[in-house]
């Protein structure tokens, strides 16, 4: 027993070095089995191992081959399958039954520690028993059924039974899977649809970016009572940003065109009345047509309405000029209002200070509306034909790999356009979907990686993506052959359909893969000073 401790603290040792696994020699040394003298034989009595799945635990326990009136220690490690966690509060219940016989039934009230029940049972008769671990839980009791179990009539017989070897492979003991809370599932098959993956990139929809630009240049105020919108600031459709009031010069040019623009539109007027007049006796002699006596009238109407625009402007900027002394602007003095186009997120503020002086054209503000954006990829003709009639698809965030958000969903988002001409020099046809991001995920520029499913399905084994580690470049999983046993496999992998990967080849249907905390399994692989296994008891 001690150089199995030496041995176990070895192995605990190299692994808390790769794993971070705080546990030592004691962690795992639950004791003597009891009950019988070792000293009869010159080696180790022989031990056997059992795991069990239940639809809610998973149990894992060793002991020594049980002898027929002698206390067994169980050492009996329960999992959590919902939390991966231990249990780690809570009594259990071992049933134990032979035959027809009546049941023995036995209750640990606690974990000795966390995860790990020592019971000590005894089986009043050799031959095989059946035997339950019943585990209370929120709704009830859950229960999990071992397999049968042989109790010999003597310690000579148990030493001489045959039986079967230890599962080998890679040694991951129940303690280091809590800590990184490890999980497994069966591997099934299910129905898979094959996704084109696409790097695309996130655009901003047309009419959702505006810059707030004034017409004229002139000096930059606030409107009373407002602050100036910083970037990040949320703003409404139709909200004043600012304010310009042009400068003398400005003013003045203005002015004049306004004058000349008005002389011209009330000549423009004049010619209209006269040519209405003439074509309206012509047409009461009958030698104009009705038609071009409505668009004689028309034609009146559009120079009257141009005039009407034309005083309008000229009173504006009459008032202007006779507001402004020289380059001095004072309170009274009008001030063009800049609103914003649409309502969205300041992105980008130029920088000028209130009362600094801007040039016509010269941007302010930038805002962008984010709340729904475009993504958009590019399909390499050859891959067009294999795209499914739904043209369902999802995405996935660059450093969030196996977290895939739908793009297709009903009130999530669109597929906007699908090209129908090929690009010439990138022989390629665009691809444009539409998505909501209210919670912004998204940013404009941001690189995606797009799944778009094809035409292609199948019923087939199939693992999550969480499941692949890569080694050397190659794909690699690892089954549960124990319970802290562990194997390796070099996988052949298929068509993906989000994070459901197809296997071809190297996990069989029924056996359980390494879903959640794969790579810690696969660091414990790599450590040599990690035992076949890590208790003895």
């Not at 080696?43 to 049980?66: C, D, N, S």
């Not at 009461?284 to 409505?294: I, N, P, V």
């Not at 509306?369 to 990829?377: G, K, L, N, P, Q």
């Amino acid at each position: 027993m001690k150089m199995n401790c030496m041995r176990e603290c070895a192995g605990l040792l190299a692994a808390g070095a790769v794993l971070s696994a705080s546990s030592g020699c004691s962690s795992h040394n639950h004791g003597s089995t009891g009950g019988r003298a070792d000293s009869a034989h010159d080696h180790e009595p022989k031990t056997a191992q059992i795991t069990v799945f239940g639809q809610r635990h998973e149990v894992f326990a060793e002991h020594r081959l049980a002898v027929a009136g002698t206390p067994t220690k169980f050492v009996t490690h329960v999992t959590d399958l919902k939390t991966l966690e231990p249990r780690r509060e809570g009594p259990v219940r071992f049933v134990l039954r032979r035959s027809q016989e009546a049941p023995v039934e036995q209750t640990e009230k606690a974990p000795s520690r966390a995860g790990i029940y020592e019971a000590m049972l005894t089986f009043p008769k050799a031959g095989e028993w059946s035997v339950w671990l019943v585990v209370p839980t929120e709704g009830g009791e859950a229960t999990v059924a071992f397999p049968p179990i042989q109790v010999y009539p003597d310690d000579h017989e148990a030493a001489h039974a045959e039986t079967p070897a230890a599962p080998e492979g890679i040694s991951f003991l129940k303690e280091q899977q809590w800590k990184v809370l490890a999980g497994t599932a069966p591997v099934t098959k299910r129905r898979l649809v094959e996704q084109l993956r696409l790097p695309a990139l996130v655009t901003a929809r047309p009419g959702a970016l505006a810059q707030v630009t004034p017409p004229v240049a002139g000096r930059l105020l606030l409107p009373a009572g407002k602050s100036m919108p910083l970037v990040g600031d949320k703003v409404a459709a139709g909200q004043v940003l600012a304010l310009v009031q042009p400068s003398f010069s400005e003013v003045g040019a203005r002015f004049v065109e306004a004058e000349s623009e008005a002389v011209r539109s009330k000549l423009a007027l004049e010619q209209a009345e006269l040519a209405w007049q003439r074509i309206q006796k012509l047409a009461q002699a009958e030698a104009k047509s009705a038609r071009e006596l409505q668009e004689a009238e028309f034609a009146l109407k559009t120079a009257q309405a141009k005039y009407d625009a034309a005083r309008s402007l000229q009173a504006t900027y009459r008032q202007a000029s006779a507001n402004l002394n020289g380059d001095t602007a004072r309170p009274g003095q009008p001030a063009i209002e800049l609103p914003s186009p649409i309502a969205g997120t300041v992105i980008r503020q130029s920088g000028v200070a209130v009362g600094e002086h801007i040039v016509a054209d010269q941007a302010v503000f930038t805002v962008l509306d984010a709340s729904r954006v475009f993504i958009e990829a590019h399909v390499p003709e050859a891959s067009v034909q294999r795209l499914g009639a739904t043209h369902a698809a999802s995405y996935e965030v660059p450093g969030e790999p196996g977290r895939f958000a739908p793009l297709t969903d009903e009130g999530v988002g669109r597929l906007v356009f699908l090209g129908i001409q090929v690009d010439a020099a990138t022989r390629t046809v665009p691809l444009v979907y539409e998505t909501t991001n209210s919670e912004s995920r998204l940013r404009v520029g941001q690189s995606v990686n797009l799944w778009v499913e094809t035409a292609r399905a199948e019923e087939t084994l199939a693992i999550p993506s969480s499941a692949i580690v890569e080694e050397d470049g190659r794909p690699i999983g690892f089954v549960q052959v124990g319970g802290e046993t562990f194997q390796k496999r070099d996988l052949t992998l298929g068509i993906r359909d989000g994070h459901w990967v197809q296997v071809l080849a190297g996990i069989a249907e029924g056996e359980r893969v390494v879903t959640q905390g794969a790579y810690a399994v696969r660091l414990a692989s790599v450590s040599s000073a990690i035992p076949a296994h890590g208790h003895v008891h």
